[in-house]
């Protein structure tokens, strides 16, 4: 990290499947600059239309047990019978170029991250936490059906673990109901962009402006 400049933050997003978290990121680095996106590891078979290293990284189960060995994973947890991490690797370098990063996570993941990378933790830097909601039942039934990833029986169980997830919502710092992906996104921005003017973030542009208004002396 270059002198002078703060230290970027981690921003959790946790959602039932087919809550629309995924495009709410997408189009919420579009309206800012200044954030990454953190990519998980997963044991997990990628789908026709994911990419290694854009989606996620794919990796065979006793690659990612070697990674839990080594403590390489900020999180990891296994969900819906695969195995989910996020790479210290991932996200402390971004951090440490000032960096903004998104990390998309579970429920599990996302305390594990609450409890031990904020401040005082691995990350030394503030970590906030934003629960994505579906605007209702009928709305989360139809968007895991429409995107046409999951057979019935896996839809069933996404469905059956969703009101587990909702009910961890008062874990989260903020909460986004998702019934307008725009609206939604512009949300997701403005929490990030709140976060960035906080007096102890803008430390080291408040010195430098009252450093230019000391040099110049009073105004005529």
Aim: proline share 4%.
């Amino acid at each position: 990290m270059s002198a002078g400049t703060a230290r970027g933050e981690l921003f959790l997003l946790s959602a039932p499947s087919g809550a629309g978290k995924t495009t709410l990121v997408h189009r919420a680095m579009e309206l800012l600059d200044g954030v990454e996106f953190s990519i998980s590891h997963t044991t997990r078979r990628p789908r026709e239309s994911e990419e290694e290293g854009v989606d996620y990284h794919f990796v065979e189960c006793a690659a990612f047990a070697s990674m839990v060995a080594d403590d390489r994973f900020l999180e990891w947890a296994q969900v819906h019978g695969n195995r989910y991490g996020t790479s210290i690797d991932e996200v402390l370098p971004r951090i440490e170029r000032g960096m903004d990063v998104l990390l998309d996570i579970d429920v599990q993941g996302a305390a594990q991250v609450m409890a031990a990378g904020g401040p005082a933790g691995r990350l030394d830097t503030a970590v906030h936490s934003v629960f994505v909601m579906p605007p209702s039942p009928q709305a989360l039934v139809a968007r895991l059906r429409g995107r046409g990833l999951d057979e019935a029986p896996a839809i069933r169980q996404r469905l059956q673990g969703a009101l587990g997830e909702l009910g961890r919502v008062r874990e989260y710092d903020y909460v986004i109901v998702n019934d307008r992906a725009e609206a939604a996104s512009e949300t997701l921005a403005a929490i990030i962009l709140e976060k960035r003017q906080r007096r102890e973030r803008m430390r080291e542009r408040v010195r430098s402006v009252l450093a230019d208004f000391h040099a110049h002396g009073p105004f005529s």
